[in-house]
Structures are given as structure tokens and as C-alpha cells.
């Protein structure tokens, strides 16, 4: 079975763009999870779906969005890019909402120039 | 607001040590614990996952143990081995509110030949 995997790996945007991430779950699995990890820290929570409805927000602007599709694939948008947005940006899956394991993917490493 | 703080934030022994690794947590009202392996660049891997109810868990040379009154974990490491170089990343899950999961900034390990 794939694992969650998470397109592009790479991104390089101009501040002020606009960007799309996506991620695709374990099979099965029906809870998305998005992170943020920032060089030499933890990532930090940004949004969690589950049944493609937002169960938790993390404290991050309205520039980012997330939805979930009927697939559970999950998709990551941050508007007007700022240089501080640079950063590893990781999707986590799970089976349900209160299974408590979580499995990540590889990540999208975003720079903004 | 739940804080994870993991020491040391760097640790260098010479391969074939056994090494702890702590992780301390500010609320003790928890769902579980999770163990995490980060290599540089790369996304996590899920090392050991341990229940609210659970003292310990164990996974090959691997084991970690819970003290959830105290808030604290340890990972304990046997026989090092170069391999094992990576950043040690411990993350609880609080009760209440959204399932997300809140990271300590990691403990990076080199384990010299």
C-alpha cells in the first residue's frame, strides 16, 4: 500500500503568489491533518479534516485554506505569500478521527524568494 | 496551552551507546504520546505511539515510557548504531478541542562511527 503522499516536493514562489499543496492519504484513511515545520523547530498545526468538513484550525492567517474531497485527498492554499511562509509543509493521515496514530507524508518544502 | 519541551536539544555519542531521550509536556491531560524520527529534509516516522493508559511501549532496540501525572516521556535508545543519526521528535495529542498534535523542536542525535 502507498503511503500519504504529498505533491510537489519542491516549490519555489515569488512573495505575493499563491500556492496549491496537495496530499493524498493512506488508503482507508479518512482524517487529514496539515502541518507547517519551519527549520529547526516542530511543526506546528494548521488544519485538520475529517469527512471532508474542518475539525480544528491551527493559529495561522486567512491567507491559508484547506479543503477536503470526496476521495479524502486534501488540498493546502495560501494566498499572497510572505517570505515567512518558507517551510516544510506536512500532511499527516488517519484512519478516523479519534484514531490516535498518525502517519505522515515526505512533505512539500516551499521557499519563497 | 499545552507545551512539549524536549532535552538536550543536540546529543553526540560514539556508536554501541544506550542513550535516553526526554520529553516533558505542561498538561497532563492527554490522549497519547508519540514518538518521531525526522531525517534532515525528510518527513516523520512514526517510531512509537504510547496510550494515555500505557507505561511504556517497545519496538526492537526501541522503548518508551510514559509518566503522565509528571508529563514526561523517555525514549530509550540500545546499542546505537550510525543509522540511528536523526532528529528525535516527541508530540501529545491534548484532550479536548481538535485531535491535533503538538510538537516539541526535537532532539537532534549523531551517533559517530
Known amino acids: 500500500d502507498a503511503g500519504v503522499t504529498q505533491s510537489p516536493t519542491h516549490l519555489i514562489k515569488t512573495r505575493g503568489q499563491h500556492v496549491t499543496l496537495r496530499c493524498s492519504p493512506i488508503?482507508?484513511?479518512?482524517?487529514v491533518s496539515w502541518y507547517q515545520q519551519v527549520l529547526g523547530q516542530g511543526p506546528q498545526f494548521i488544519f485538520q479534516?475529517?469527512?471532508?468538513?474542518?475539525?480544528g484550525r491551527g493559529n495561522f492567517p486567512d491567507r491559508f485554506s484547506a479543503r477536503q474531497f470526496p476521495n479524502y485527498s486534501s488540498e493546502l492554499n495560501v494566498n499572497a505569500l510572505l517570505l515567512g511562509d518558507s517551510a516544510l509543509y506536512l500532511c499527516?493521515?488517519?484512519?478516523?478521527?479519534?484514531?490516535?496514530?498518525?502517519?505522515f507524508g515526505s512533505g512539500t518544502r516551499l521557499t519563497v524568494v | 496551552k499545552q507545551e512539549v519541551t524536549q532535552i538536550p536539544a543536540a546529543l553526540s555519542v560514539p556508536e554501541g551507546e544506550n542513550l535516553v531521550l526526554n520529553c516533558s509536556f505542561t498538561?497532563?491531560?492527554?490522549?497519547?504520546l508519540q514518538w518521531f524520527r525526522q531525517d534532515p529534509g525528510k518527513g516523520l516516522t512514526s517510531l512509537l505511539l504510547?496510550?494515555?493508559?500505557?507505561r511504556e511501549q517497545t519496538s526492537g532496540r526501541l522503548n518508551a515510557s510514559l509518566d503522565k501525572s509528571s508529563g514526561r516521556s523517555t525514549l530509550y535508545i540500545a546499542a546505537s548504531q550510525p543509522g540511528d543519526s536523526a532528529t528525535y521528535l516527541c508530540?501529545?495529542?491534548?484532550?479536548?478541542?481538535?485531535?491535533?498534535?503538538?510538537f516539541g523542536k526535537g532532539t537532534k542525535l549523531t551517533v559517530n562511527p
Open positions: 499527516a493521515s488517519s484512519l478516523a478521527q479519534r484514531q490516535q496514530s498518525y502517519t
Open positions: 488508503s482507508g484513511h479518512k482524517s
Open positions: 479534516y475529517y469527512e471532508k468538513e474542518e475539525r
Open positions: 498538561d497532563s491531560a492527554i490522549y497519547n
Open positions: 504510547i496510550q494515555s493508559s500505557q
Open positions: 508530540a501529545v495529542i491534548p484532550q479536548g478541542g481538535s485531535e491535533k498534535l503538538v
